[in-house]
């Protein structure tokens, strides 16, 4: 229900990567979508961001290494790869523009290992929000419930990296279904 054009003049940074719906609906809402490659390490997504740029937000999604049903390995391998993406864009990109936006999509509930995964996440956007303040970077964290639609996250997404998702910062977004 968003407004077409809200997006208009923004560039997204996806990573993760997120579902396609979230991406098609930043398009249609007038974003510039660019995908970052996952298997870049922390030096080459920093430069990847620094030749993007100018980039407003990042959307990682930590939920897509919970495919295969969740684990140590998932939670682990999503952790790392959120914080390389994140710092690299944020220090490549957002930081030397004096302001930009993180949101980090969380694994669904139920998964094996996906509450610490959610906990974590919510503790990183917590902690960015203080230190990345004076740079004008905010961070968000997004809970989709097991039954969340992904035309239901997609929305929220797109608000969050509009202007006026910009007042919300250090806080997590539960999803539930219905």
Known sequence: M???GLLTGRAVA??????AAIGQALIELGARVLELDSELDEDGARDWAAAAAPLHALLYDAG??????GGSDALRESLERAW???RAVATGALIPAGAGK?????PPAGAAFAAAARAALENLVRTLSVEWARYGVSAVAVAPGAATRDDELAELVCFLVSEAGEYFD???????AG
């Open 14 to 19: 996806l990573a993760g990567p997120p579902p």
């Open 102 to 106: 993180v949101v980090l999509l969380a």
């Open 170 to 176: 250090g806080c997590l977004f539960e999803l539930a």
């Open 2 to 4: 968003l407004r077409r």
């Open 64 to 69: 897509s290494q919970f495919a295969d049903g």
């Open 84 to 86: 390389v993406a994140t």
